[in-house]
């Protein structure tokens, strides 16, 4: 657990499907169905919340395979609470987790929308492409 100023403290955690609900959707990412959430969380393999003033205001997790394949998904901060450093806290939660408990040579992978890409690459995230090029599909 890390404490910041401010009243900030992040932990470890998977948040309720409500808090992840809310929290995709005031920061403009989709917001899946209720069968979809309750369905995925649980399946987290680590998971960081920031907690201020009693109320979750940020999140990140790590879903994969446990052993080859890792994606770190879900990074978001309540938009009143941006531009705290947050977002890099919880990207140093997670890729210390992978440090720690990944094995070595797992293939870590996320998608980096706009300029979240610049906080990616202080950890270690390049860009694939030409090598290989990000590719998705809804179901």
């Known amino acids: ?18 808090t992840y609900r809310r929290l995709r959707g005031a920061t403009g990412l989709t917001v899946w169905p209720l069968a979809a959430a309750e369905a995925g969380l649980p399946n987290t393999w ?17 879903v994969g395979d446990g052993g080859c394949f890792f994606q770190i998904v879900d990074i978001c901060v309540l938009p009143e609470h941006q531009g705290q ?11 210390g987790e992978l440090e720690r408990r990944a094995p070595a040579g797992a293939y870590v992978s996320l998608i980096a929308d706009g300029d979240a890409r610049h906080l990616y690459a202080k950890f270690g995230f390049t860009e694939t492409a030409p090598a290989s090029v990000g590719m998705a599909r809804r179901v």
Do not use: D, W
């Open 1 to 18: 657990m890390n404490t910041l100023s401010g009243h900030y403290e992040v932990r470890a955690g998977v948040p309720s499907v409500e």
């Open 46 to 62: 680590h998971g960081v919340l920031v907690h201020h003033g009693g109320e979750t205001v940020g999140m990140g997790r790590i």
């Open 85 to 95: 450093g947050l977002g890099k806290l919880i990207m140093a939660e997670l890729v």
